[in-house]
């Protein structure tokens, strides 16, 4: 895409998410057919601190597809497009939520990446996305521990070794989408708020005026969402090809991808 002014081609969800997923073609032929001239200086900075070249390229695509559907949705060029950061609830500091600036319209986004998968999330009220590679087991027995205590114990009563991993990083990927839509990150205590499986009477209470839950997700990964919404919600996911990333205009290619899934459900647990 220029850095011209255009014309706005995607409409914002109205109290819903729009879900974009991306699973770039980690090859060192794409990462020069990759238009990394409409990132800033901040991320060609972070891109080059990667070692390894696959980390780079995720990265790279990842904030390429940020900057490009940002732009299909606001009408202002990738390149002129401005981030900054929300006031940390924890401490107060600028290293909060990510913030487009000078947005023509209240638009929210998240953006995670981990192993070759990327997602991002983009809705009109605050958002947070998570992507994680299962853990093992020995992160998961690491971890726990700091749990919610009924996280705990619903953990430990699972005893086969494998089922226990994927209950985990499920949870985890929830607890990390509700702490980026609250700006703490892992700043928050992961006991301070129950996000498990327990629907009954005397579950304890889940934050209010969220909707936190798990993604379908490709067999390796474990995905979540959390939106601040005060109502259902539908979840439509689309593809971000390559060609997207490659294109020196991908506006049209952005308007024009069919949904491959709507209206998601959330997941059994949560």
């Known amino acids: 895409m220029s850095n011209a002014a255009g014309t706005a081609r995607i409409t914002p969800p109205d109290q819903d998410m729009h879900l974009w997923v991306c699973h770039p073609d980690l090859t060192e032929e794409n990462q020069h057919a990759l238009v990394t001239d409409e990132l800033d ?46 006031a940390c609830p924890c401490c107060d500091r ?11 319209l209240p638009l929210h986004f998240s953006l995670s990446h981990s192993h070759g998968v990327v997602l991002i999330g983009i809705a009109t009220s605050t958002v947070g996305i998570d992507v994680q590679r299962v853990p093992s087991l020995e992160t998961t027995d690491l971890c726990s521990p700091d749990l919610h205590p009924m ?9 086969k070794a494998t089922d226990r991993q994927l209950a985990f ?3 985890w990927t929830r607890k990390e ?15 301070a708020d129950y996000l498990g499986t327990d629907e009954g009477p005397d ?34 996911a689309r593809f971000v090809t390559m060609e997207m990333l490659t294109a020196a205009d991908a506006l049209e290619l952005i308007a024009a991808e069919p949904s491959m899934c709507s209206d998601f459900e959330p997941s059994a647990d949560r």
């Open 203 to 236: 579950a304890p209470e889940r934050p209010e005026g969220w909707i936190v839950q798990n993604l379908p997700s490709c067999p390796a990964h474990v995905a979540a969402s959390a939106l601040l919404t005060d109502g259902p919600h539908e979840i439509t």
């Open 169 to 171: 990083g499920r949870l």
């Open 177 to 191: 989408a509700y702490f980026k839509g609250l700006g703490t990150g892992l700043g928050r205590e992961l006991s």
């Open 151 to 159: 996280e705990q114990k619903e953990l430990a009563a699972i005893e």
């Open 94 to 104: 600028p290293h909060g939520r990510p913030v487009l600036l000078d947005s023509p």
């Open 41 to 86: 200086a901040k991320e060609h900075k972070r891109a080059a601190a990667f070692i390894r070249p696959n980390d780079r390229l995720t990265y790279l695509s990842a904030h390429i597809a940020l900057r490009r559907l940002l732009s299909a949705y606001t009408g202002t060029a990738p390149g002129l497009l401005k981030f900054g950061r929300d």
